[in-house]
């Protein structure tokens, strides 16, 4: 799905493992997001969790936790639930401790954002 003319663009939000800067470079490019740092009450939330509160704001989570939140989202898949999907990174392409990698992952995800609309389609996205 695309984003068309007046369609809204994705909401995201980033997994604990990111820092806040990465949100905020992408909200200073016209998108949504949120990372979990900056939401106290959000933090050491079990996955599961974590991935339904997003739902309830129209967010997909940005990860590279393939292996807990692949299977949270084939859970919501096989009861028919519509979410907003993961945006998966892969971390050899954005290791975290790389300085390039803040820069490089607020173009890319701004650009996924601009790309995608905010209607839930289980939206599966690699970076």
């Known amino acids: 799905m695309g984003a068309g003319a007046g ?3 994705l909401k995201l939000l ?3 493992m990111y820092p806040a800067s ?3 470079g992408v909200r200073a490019r016209g998108s949504d997001a949120l990372a979990v740092v900056e939401c106290p009450q959000w933090r050491g939330l079990p996955d599961g969790d974590l991935f339904a ?3 309830t704001q129209g967010r997909a989570v940005v990860t590279e936790n393939v292996r807990d939140f692949i299977p949270v989202a084939n859970a919501w898949d096989s009861r028919g639930a519509a979410h907003h999907g993961l945006v998966l990174v892969h971390p050899a392409k954005y290791p975290r401790g790389r300085g390039s990698t803040v820069g490089g992952m607020v173009e ?3 650009a ?3 790309r995608l609309g905010d209607d839930p389609s289980s939206v599966r996205a690699w970076l």
Request: hydrophobic share 60%; no cysteine; glycine share 6%.
């Open 7 to 9: 369609s809204a663009r």
């Open 53 to 55: 509160m997003a739902q």
């Open 22 to 24: 990465i949100a905020e």
């Open 112 to 114: 996924l954002a601009g």
């Open 108 to 110: 890319a995800l701004a």
């Open 14 to 16: 980033l997994d604990e």
